[in-house]
């Protein structure tokens, strides 16, 4: 399939593309990788009148540290993510997560801001940003707002930005060493979006306690945003031992809400084949991806555990 007629602009500055989606209004949408819009616009399941082609924004392509953490620019592509010395010492979960994205060819291409922008079900940046609070930065006619994780993402392909407004920056927080954490999914194969995507942090007391704990999920909210587990913090002041974590699974189950009919390797499957297969609705049924999220967050505890052992 080819798209729709639509008019193409590229710009050099976040200003120029700013007054150019202002300017063509709710028909126009911005194309920073092209490895999300383009399907959809090849499927003719978006239309839009006029493309704004943000490439030429040389300044959003960047990572640099800050007083906190992480800057990290929304042109910024996966692969640079996934190479970066600097996400490496930093926030080394992020490096972790990045590796699951799709391909090594969609990664060469494929943007933060995009990434977050179309905010797919079980998104690998989604649920990292998520997972450490980190912010993301968007401007728009109205000048620059800072928009915590919690509230940027707030449907199925659906985020809080306004009409011809941005995003131009993410801010993560550093991980401090004494931090374990893990990144975990399952998918159908491969590089495909995941069934369920799991991230977790993990500091411990000297008596090997829990201290703190975070766990984020992906493609487990019938809201369609990524999901922060509130059952975690009945591990506080426990060791993690097989009990407690089967506790901790069970809470999970009941707590999680997914949608059985917003699966995106469902409706990925489906957009190309036409189809959803037996095995596919089987997988992504919402008591699968119940047991799973309660699988792989025990799972991404002890690897985290490991990793402040200097088992790994
Ligand atoms: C086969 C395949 C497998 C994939 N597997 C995965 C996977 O496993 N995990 C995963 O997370 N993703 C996956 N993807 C998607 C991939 O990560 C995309 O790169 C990403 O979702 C979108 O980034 P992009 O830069 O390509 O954005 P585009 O496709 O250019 O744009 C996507 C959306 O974001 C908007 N947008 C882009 N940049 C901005 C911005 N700076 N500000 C505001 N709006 C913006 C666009 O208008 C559009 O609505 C897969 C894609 C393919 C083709």
């Excluded at 911005?30 to 499927?43: C, D, F, P, R, V």
């Excluded at 990572?63 to 996934?82: M, S």
């Excluded at 799709?102 to 933060?112: E, L, S, V």
Aim: hydrophobic residues 40%.
């Amino acid at each position: 399939m080819k798209p729709a007629p639509f008019e193409y602009l590229a710009v050099n500055s976040v200003s120029e593309a700013v007054t150019a989606l202002q300017r063509y209004g709710p028909n126009s949408r911005i194309i920073a990788g092209g490895q999300s819009l383009m399907q959809e616009m090849n499927l003719r399941q978006t239309r839009p009148a006029f493309l704004v082609d943000i490439n030429g924004i040389k300044e959003l392509d960047y990572i640099r540290e800050t007083a906190n953490g992480l800057a990290i620019g929304a042109l910024t592509r996966h692969r640079t993510v996934e190479r970066s010395e600097l996400v490496q010492k930093i926030c080394p979960l992020l490096q972790e997560a990045v590796k699951h994205i799709a391909h090594f060819q969609i990664r060469n291409r494929g943007t933060i801001g995009g990434s977050l922008s179309h905010n797919a079900p079980g998104a690998e940046y989604g649920v990292v940003t998520r997972l450490l609070d980190a912010e993301i930065v968007a401007v728009g006619p109205d000048g620059e707002r800072i928009i915590p994780a919690e509230k940027f993402f707030i449907g199925h392909f659906k985020t809080d930005l306004k009409p011809a407004e941005m995003v131009t920056e993410v801010r993560f927080p550093a991980l401090s060493k004494e931090t374990g954490y893990a990144f975990l999914e399952v998918t159908r194969r491969h590089g495909h979006i995941p069934i369920v995507s799991t991230a977790a942090t993990l500091r411990l007391n000297p008596d090997d306690t829990v201290k703190e704990a975070h766990i984020a999920l992906g493609n487990v909210s019938s809201k369609g945003v990524p999901y922060k587990v509130k059952a975690v913090s009945r591990l506080y002041g426990q060791k993690l031992t097989q009990d407690v974590l089967a506790d901790l699974a069970k809470a999970i189950e009941a707590e999680v809400d997914p949608d059985p009919h917003a699966d995106s390797e469902a409706v990925f499957v489906k957009q190309f084949s036409g189809i959803t297969s037996r095995r596919v609705s089987e997988l992504s049924s919402a008591t699968y991806r119940k047991q799973v999220s309660s699988a792989l967050s025990c799972r991404a505890l002890n690897i985290a555990f490991q990793r402040i052992k200097g088992g790994i």
